[in-house]
């Protein structure tokens, strides 16, 4: 018997959640059964070195010339028009991709090629769309309204990011279902075992009868992500705690950078807080912190707060409307507190730091269901079910 042929298709490999998703799901997706494929917009990103060696990876950027005309909508028809080529030139029996703005372009070409796709759904769209749309916002939820509508199987990585997409796409429910991301377990526990190489990190406390706490946090820096939040709360915490060495290290990139860069200077916070850019060895910095706080405004099921917790490390999570309470069953496995508060962040950081026998016991639970409900190798498994019933489908139109 053949193996399924699948396209997966995102727009580049930045740092993100979703892009660190796909890398796993290509590395784990069982080879005896499917062949992958990699379609991307830009070949970019510190992610593409992780792509299992066996994917072919192609990019738009590469295969198609750049036009010297400018018209409204005609790159986005040029990218649904070459991803329809390309599906027909590898004999693709499924589409798949994750992002909205992914979906615009794949989804399309799918349904233009006649191949049946499954699209991905990795935020809450009544409250992460607006965002990162761009222009003519009503009409590209007018078109996703269509593509989703017309999929095979649309996947939301929450149950409150599919409540929310059936309202705001009007996607219709025998068309969408939750499919929860997973993580690497073994890897990230291996990986939080190594050392960070990092002498601010790693040095004594400086102050005679003081202890350290490490916080670290991960993430585009973004406002969208709340880092301002947790370098607010920071600043109170190091008044309250004269006697603790607070130091706050935020992992990622982004285009606020300099804003945060500027906060921490007009908070003295320039020995506390650091932001040490893109990190392969994450899991190393959340194996050593003390708590791992998770500030962001909205989120779809971050994999940050799951690769923390299976490293056994106490979290702090601001409660977005889908994805954190699910992970933390409601607060049972770590703090869920106010979204958009820095106090209600403050308040969930004092409780493990007042108590950090407590903390580390939660964390030890939270750990075990990571563990046993969260890993990347079931997630997988789901996927080749949805994946192989979608690829003996037909299209199925309707509003």
Same mark, same amino acid.
């Given at each position: 018997?053949?193996?399924?042929?699948?396209?997966?298709?995102?727009?580049?490999?930045?740092?993100?959640?979703?892009?660190?998703?796909?890398? $796993?799901?290509?590395?784990?997706?069982?080879?005896?059964?499917?062949?992958?494929?990699?379609?991307?917009?830009?070949?970019?990103?510190?992610?593409?070195?992780?792509?299992?060696?066996?994917?072919?990876?192609?990019?738009?950027?590469?295969?198609?010339?750049?036009?010297? %005309?400018?018209?409204?909508?005609?790159?986005?028809?040029?990218?649904?028009?070459?991803?329809?080529? %390309?599906?027909?030139?590898?004999?693709?029996?499924?589409?798949?991709?994750?992002?909205?703005?992914?979906?615009?372009?794949?989804?399309?070409?799918?349904?233009?090629?006649?191949?049946?796709?499954?699209?991905?759904?990795?935020?809450?769209?009544?409250?992460?769309?607006?965002?990162?749309?761009?222009?003519?916002?009503?009409?590209?939820?007018?078109?996703?309204?269509?593509?989703?509508?017309?999929?095979? #199987?649309?996947?939301?990585?929450?149950?409150?990011?599919?409540?929310?997409?059936?309202?705001?796409?009007?996607?219709?429910?025998?068309?969408?279902?939750?499919?929860?991301?997973?993580?690497?377990?073994?890897?990230?526990?291996? #990986?939080?075992?190594?050392?960070?190489?990092?002498?601010?990190?790693?040095?004594?406390?400086?102050?005679?009868?003081?202890?350290?706490?490490?916080? /670290?946090?991960?993430?585009?820096?973004?406002?969208?992500?709340?880092?301002?939040?947790?370098?607010?709360?920071?600043?109170?915490?190091? #008044?309250?705690?004269?006697? /603790?060495?607070?130091?706050?290290? $935020?992992?990622?990139?982004?285009?606020?950078?300099?804003?945060?860069?500027?906060?921490?200077?007009?908070?003295?916070?320039?020995?506390?807080?650091?932001?040490m850019g893109f990190q392969k060895n994450a899991a190393a910095w959340y194996g050593s912190a003390d708590a791992f706080v998770f500030p962001s405004l909205m989120e779809g099921m971050p994999n940050v707060l799951l690769e923390a917790m299976a490293c056994g490390t106490p979290v702090?999570?601001?409660?977005?409307?889908?994805?954190?309470?699910?992970?933390?069953?409601?607060?049972?496995?770590?703090?869920?507190?106010?979204?958009?508060?820095?106090?209600?962040?403050?308040?969930?950081?004092?409780?493990?730091?007042?108590?950090?026998?407590?903390?580390?016991?939660?964390?030890?639970?939270?750990?075990?269901?990571?563990?046993?409900?969260?890993?990347?190798?079931?997630?997988?498994?789901?996927?080749?079910?949805?994946?192989?019933?979608?690829?003996?489908?037909?299209?199925?139109?309707?509003?």
């Open positions: 018997m053949s193996r399924i042929r699948v396209v997966f298709s995102i727009g580049a490999m930045h740092g993100g959640g979703s892009e660190r998703q796909l890398v $796993l799901l290509l590395k784990h997706l069982d080879r005896a059964k499917f062949e992958p494929f990699l379609y991307l917009v830009y070949r970019s990103g510190p992610l593409l070195d992780l792509i299992p060696k066996d994917v072919p990876v192609v990019s738009f950027e590469e295969r198609v010339r750049e036009s010297r %005309f400018y018209l409204p909508g005609l790159m986005h028809s040029r990218r649904v028009k070459d991803f329809a080529q %390309f599906l027909k030139e590898v004999r693709a029996d499924v589409s798949y991709d994750r992002t909205f703005l992914m979906t615009l372009i794949s989804a399309a070409g799918a349904q233009r090629a006649g191949i049946p796709n499954v699209s991905t759904i990795v935020t809450d769209p009544e409250i992460g769309f607006a965002p990162v749309a761009g222009r003519f916002q009503w009409f590209k939820r007018r078109i996703l309204h269509r593509l989703y509508n017309r999929s095979a #199987q649309v996947l939301a990585v929450s149950d409150g990011a599919k409540e929310s997409a059936m309202r705001f796409y009007g996607i219709r429910a025998d068309r969408i279902m939750t499919h929860r991301n997973g993580v690497d377990v073994e890897w990230i526990q291996s #990986q939080a075992k190594l050392n960070v190489d990092d002498v601010w990190w790693n040095s004594p406390v400086e102050k005679p009868g003081a202890r350290i706490f490490r916080i /670290v946090s991960a993430g585009r820096l973004n406002h969208e992500k709340g880092f301002h939040l947790l370098v607010a709360a920071v600043a109170k915490l190091r #008044q309250r705690y004269p006697d /603790v060495e607070f130091r706050v290290a $935020l992992l990622g990139e982004g285009p606020h950078r300099s804003k945060l860069e500027q906060q921490i200077r007009d908070l003295a916070l320039d020995d506390t807080v650091r932001l702090v999570s601001a409660n977005c409307h889908s994805g954190p309470a699910e992970i933390l069953q409601q607060g049972r496995l770590g703090e869920l507190v106010m979204v958009n508060d820095s106090e209600a962040l403050l308040t969930g950081i004092e409780t493990i730091v007042s108590n950090t026998t407590a903390a580390r016991s939660r964390a030890a639970e939270a750990q075990a269901v990571v563990e046993s409900e969260w890993c990347i190798q079931a997630s997988a498994r789901r996927l080749e079910h949805i994946l192989e019933a979608a690829s003996m489908s037909v299209h199925r139109s309707g509003e």
